[in-house]
């Protein structure tokens, strides 16, 4: 490639594997049909049935979790569905795209993509349209860094007998999300974000409601792609697969759940968020703005950070390359010109990552000519670190 | 696992994967929007067009074949359109449940499941159907091991102007089979047979005709995992991907074409042929018989062999798994019960493996208290090998 | 390279690695003064004491067991021992040579390489030189095939109080023969052979007796890449390495040992036991001659097959390579032109390699003119795999 | 392990390997006897050969450089032979004890451990005792950080008719230095430290007038692991391996090797020089001091800090890795306690690695209650970077 590969990746998403997971992904490729691999395959469905604190089956689909989700929308929404969907971000509004398609109708609360949903407005929500029937919410919602109380939503949306749908993509793994204690009856994510995994499949906890509420929908795909029914016996190994799963990806997520489930699920959220601080102090000590609008619904997944008037995200994002070989993510749609974001997932949550952020960033600044304070943004992130340590 | 993993298997897909591919798999996961990445994955897409000795890029879907065949009817197949389905097996009459999705109306030429459709029948239909604008046909039906003469079938469809879509899943990179030789429109393949690749992506030569025919499509689905649309431009540096392609896939996929394209396909498809040669004198000097109606349409990439009367399928792989370690495929669908599949495909399309295959197979129906003569059917077996290798 | 790899290697050694060995070969490189590397090395140790099933903790050398025997002569015999080395063989007599260069006095008992050393020689030689101080035996001698009988002669050695050392390089790990119950003061081994891993370590059992023995040794080598010493306790967590460990090899031994304990030792050395027995039936039923004098003393990790009359052995090799991809070894030194073996060691000690070792050998034959019948090779391994089986 | 794996380490060897050597080290174990195995073997040899820059074939030892250099002592050194043994740290001292063993007469320039040899010492040697006929020297002292003027050295000692051993083990790859320019008979390196590989390999270049020597030498041992002669012209595909070489050792080499061709050396050293020197502008500016007594004698793949008065190196070490996942290298033998040594070497030669080093230098130090201003440190150290990359 002409280009040299980066030293440092701290992305959005897809991140960094573990080596672990890059050995499990070398594995050799097992037979579908044959016992031991479905053996296998059970077995790591179990375990991510464990590591999603679920009480029913997980549900794998072979493929990365944006088309998951629409196969979710298209599978759970019937045609007499009253949707109400969560717009905070650019993936939850694009949700609703999805959703238009199948639904009866669509309900929509946006609020300014550096906010988060108040549970109020879904309270009210019901109140004037007591005929919702599946509300869908983006927990953190990547393009902008900012997560949505979902656990606050989820009581409300069960109380009003509806189905709840929660993309946990990016946050699932990296903090304490789950499906039952958040209410979702359909809670999707995957093993290419905290999980430090590859990004080429889906993982979905999905309960006895949601099933019910698919098998009830007349639209529901079948023998598609597309159709989560398909997939709801597939773990048992009496059961054929709809289609060949991706073996080489079923090793990865092998891989990478048995290094979470090792480590410890709280150890690995308190380093998410450790390094999160960290590297949210350095920022701020640099006179950076988050995007976010308050610090408390910033994800400890990501930092998303204010492109600073006059300068355009793509030149500080080459700048942190040329200079120290550091990646981040730029915005997506909306939000595209007007962050960078300092992937913490995985591999990258750990606090020395937060300051090889700061400094790329800040070095990044000032290579453009802004006068910015590395020493400063460093000291503070190394300040976070040392307290919590101590 | 309570089973041991297998010694060698022999099935029909997935496959072993060869070692450089499962170094490959084990790579760093890139960053998609990263440069190095896009660099590396427009490399890659290059590389497969050559290897598809195509005109057009590459189009790889993030998904394994199944998938990508429903996706391409969803994407090709409009409601005007009338669908000329060519069914000689399982696969070739599944087909034609996608096609009836999405066409006016779904013409079908059915054969036994151990023949061919023969060109004339093809061309017969035209006269009665001149309407007829789609054709789907697959060229190795897996489940019967047999192949169907894509190549007489492809002028009589361009001379009709209509469009060919063409399964080559399993045929593909095991002989000499390609898109535009065989005037396919829209050729599907993937890695994960005859490349000795995992099984986790779609590849496909598209050509203008068939774009043309898709952006004309009103029904052709966009910002879905069904599209074609969406990545037709994903190989370029400057396009970003419609959603996060399986970057563990991609890294696979490389390191199976760079195999296939550094042995040379010839010398590929000629050991692959040897071997189905081989393993077949061995098969029938044991008194067995071939599935195919004629040797001539029975694959160099998979031998079906007849279920001896009295004897279950399953009973047969059971023996030759626990007595040798050997794994073969039973049939799927129709042919389940019928037939067993040994499967010459990438790493074990090598000669020696037709002893295995004759060795395995001959001893278990020896288990079950079948006369059967091993020693004939290896000395069958070698004498092809011995002769093509003097 | 100008030459294909081989498909199937059946060789003496090295042999292909299982791929979890080759998965754990590309672990991380920890760093050997690191804390987490020495927990590591110690846990390694153990499991490799416990796979000995020795009572003192496994030595860990850290290249091949050539070497490692030149270090354990160095280390082991001082300038008053009177050697008795055993020559039933190439590595049997080559031992003497190192020996000399260290001993007082080298006695030797030689019997023909195809034969073994017979346990009345050992007792008498004692009752001649009662000053016998160190007595060196090789378990397997690789290029003859051949095994002594190391249990018996080991009572002998150690009734008369001399030390024992036991070269077990290529029998341990595909048979019943550990250190202690040999009666073995020093046992050489290594993970590149019936370990199935790579070949760059050297692993030994070494009690208490020989220690001793060393430390009184004048010339023992310290701060030498000959010395046992340096290394004694080398496994412990408070002790530097003498010099910096194949960091690399030892993750692949870890792999290696972890597969060993994991199938279970007794289920390793009866599928070594039954493929060389398989081997063993087709080779005679194709007329062929086994090297060993006795099948009883024929080794169950390797069949050495005598060069029939008129025939090269280079000759049969290169036809097995050319026609089969399989390759087998030749003799070395003395037995080198006389005989071919055929190795049955870690991944390839399946009875359906017998089959495939059966074939080439035989087919190589045929295409150099004999009249082999293959068939009746295949046949008679096929019937001891089946009667095992059963 | 109870202890976590270090999150970056920045040790003096053995270094983190780079990924493609990690999968490099997966490689099926080829088998030594086979003639693709020879092919290879000889493609790295003359690889290896090239990045030496030597005009005679390289020589690869099967095991890692200490007793790599101490067979070159037992090879070279005769028993007429004077020795002029140049000491400027501990490794360049510890080959005098190997020298001895073997010399007539051993002669030392010894300076303090911070220092560098003085070519006109060596000069002044020679005037003094013209029968020095072997002089050897360490390029870079690992254990003081600190390098000899090698070149300058090498041609006085090549004046004089005498031969030089170097051992750049530790400079080589990353920084120009090679065997012919630098006049050195026997130049010894390795591949687990510049070049990013495992540590388990030597790589000597060796000229003919040292071979010439090692054969007149009638003490140079052979059928030894100490003979250098017995590995001459091992790299030939027709003579046999003297013994079996570490083959999964040889396919990591190949890796490094490639990856270090495909840089460019030029590229690769001057990351290395500009890593350690934002390294020590860092290190400096917060106030703390270099070992070395020069900075032009700091060698740019590791920097030595010299502990501060009250500190133990153990705890700065500790809190290092406590706080940040931080590993470094303690002293040796007379330099351990005194400072501590950050490596620059193969993957973490990389700028933003000198971040991480004074950073987590840094804040180990305030854990320790030091008042240190890490800020100050991180914005030196990027000033060097920025201005470098501007």
């Known amino acids: 490639m002409a280009t040299k590969e980066p030293i440092i990746t701290l992305s959005a998403g897809p991140v960094a594997a573990y080596p672990a997971v890059m050995r499990a992904l070398s594995r050799p490729i097992g037979y579908d049909y044959d016992r031991h691999f479905l053996e296998f395959y059970e077995a790591v469905n179990r375990k991510v049935t464990q590591a999603l604190r ?27 569905d009253v949707v109400l969907n969560l717009a905070s971000g650019v993936y939850g509004k694009g949700f609703g795209y999805w959703s238009a398609r199948y639904n009866k109708e669509l309900v929509e609360i946006e609020v300014p993509y550096n906010e988060a949903i108040d549970p109020a407005q879904v309270e009210a929500a019901f109140k004037k349209r007591p005929d919702i029937k599946v509300v869908s919410v ?21 109380k009003h007998n509806a189905l709840m749908l929660v993309d946990a993509v990016s ?30 499949l889906t993982i979905m906890a999905v309960n006895d409601r949601a099933w019910k509420h698919m098998e009830a929908n007349p639209k ?46 709280e150890t690995v959220w308190k380093r998410h968020a450790l390094t999160a601080k960290a590297c ?27 492109v600073p008037d ?29 962050l960078i974001r300092i992937g913490h997932m995985g591999l990258v949550a750990e606090p020395i990552y937060a ?34 340590r101590a």
């Not at 689909?61 to 929308?73: D, K, T, Y």
Request: hydrophobic share 40%; with cysteine; aromatic share 6%.
């Open 171 to 200: 946050s699932w793994g990296g903090m304490d999300i789950h499906p039952e204690e958040s209410c979702a009856d359909i809670f999707v994510t995957g093993p290419g974000k905290c999980l430090g995994g590859a990004p080429g």
């Open 310 to 338: 006059g300068l355009k995200d793509d030149d500080i994002l080459a700048a942190a390359r040329s200079l120290y070989g550091v990646v981040f993510s730029s915005g997506r749609g909306e939000t595209k010109g007007k």
């Open 138 to 158: 983006v927990h953190h919602d990547t393009p902008s860094g900012t997560m949505n109380p979902v656990k606050e939503i989820g009581q409300i949306v069960r």
């Open 355 to 388: 300051v090889v952020a700061v400094t790329a960033f800040g070095g990044a600044l000032k290579k453009l000519g802004r006068k910015v304070d590395v020493g400063a943004g460093v000291t503070a992130a190394t300040a976070v670190i040392d307290q919590a």
């Open 280 to 306: 949210r102090a350095g920022i701020k000590a640099m006179g950076l703005s988050l995007w976010a609008a308050r610090e408390e619904i910033a994800s400890p997944t990501c930092t998303a950070v204010r």
């Open 220 to 265: 529901a795909p079948r023998a598609s792609v597309l159709s989560l029914l398909d997939w709801k016996d597939a773990w048992r190994q009496d059961k054929p697969f709809p289609f060949t799963p991706s073996v080489a990806e079923v090793n990865g997520l092998d891989g990478a759940i048995d290094l979470y489930l090792a480590e410890g699920p």
């Open 54 to 80: 679920s009480s029913s089956p997980a549900l794998i689909l072979h493929f990365e979790p944006a088309p998951g989700l629409e196969a979710a929308a298209a599978s759970l929404i019937g045609p007499d």
